[in-house]
């Protein structure tokens, strides 16, 4: 199993650029959720999907948008860059809610200028 | 609101000595907890976690927690720290009643073995 992937590694944005963000899995995990990471404010989160075709906002959803139309993929879309947007984004996975843990892929560093 | 503390950014200690990495939470139900570390420029790996029944739970790497509910705390131990250990540790609580699953995380702790 690859487990979680995530694409680009690495990513430069100009402010108002769009891009997309790719996260897939191929646990058969049915719980998909992307965070953002930044310095001494731990992970927070941004979006998640409970199931295909199901999506809902988590902390800090605006300036992103998602979509679930496969068990597998779970892409995040930048609708207009901005400076403090600039982040690590993780995508993660699990086989459910409760006491189930998440599986994190290696993050994505993203750059505004 | 659900919410959780690591009081400590930096947890410092030698090699061989036994470490503790701090945290405490807040949820209005019964907690899940869950403990994680990151290595630098890599994702979070999953250490242990809480469900219910026996306070002191084992995890990955020789890593243990410690549920302690009247302090809702939960703590993060191991008897005898490695140079490896060094990384990022976040704590990570879910309520039982939670139907989205929603994960909050504290902001981190970094632990230094020093040799």
């Known amino acids: 199993n690859a487990g979680v992937t995530q694409t680009p590694k690495f990513q430069v944005l100009k402010t108002g650029q769009s891009m997309t963000l790719q996260c897939a899995q191929d646990m058969n995990h049915e719980y998909m959720s992307w965070y953002r990471q930044d310095p001494g404010m731990g992970l927070r989160l941004i979006h998640y999907s409970v199931g295909a075709g199901i999506t809902d906002q988590g902390e800090v959803p605006n300036g992103y948008n998602v979509s679930r139309s496969t068990t597998e993929d779970f892409p995040l879309r930048l609708l207009s860059a901005a400076p403090s947007q600039t982040s690590v984004y993780f995508c993660a996975s699990s086989q459910g809610t409760g006491y189930y843990e998440q599986y994190f892929g290696p993050g994505t560093r993203l750059t505004v200028t | 609101a659900q919410s959780v503390a690591q009081p400590e950014d930096q947890v410092n200690v030698a090699e061989g000595n036994p470490l503790t990495v701090k945290c405490t939470y807040s949820?209005?139900?019964?907690?899940?907890l869950f403990w994680y570390v990151q290595y630098p420029n890599r994702g979070l790996q999953f250490l242990l976690k809480?469900?219910?029944?026996?306070?002191l739970v084992k995890g990955s790497y020789g890593f243990e927690a410690e549920f302690n509910k009247s302090q809702t705390s939960f703590h993060l131990k191991k008897p005898s720290a490695l140079v490896s250990d060094s990384a990022l540790y976040f704590c990570?609580?879910?309520?039982?009643?939670?139907?989205?699953?929603?994960?909050?995380f504290g902001q981190g702790t970094t632990l230094q073995v020093k040799p």
């Open positions: 809480y469900i219910t029944g026996d306070n």
């Open positions: 949820v209005s139900g019964n907690p899940y």
């Open positions: 990570a609580v879910r309520e039982y009643s939670s139907n989205t699953g929603k994960l909050i």
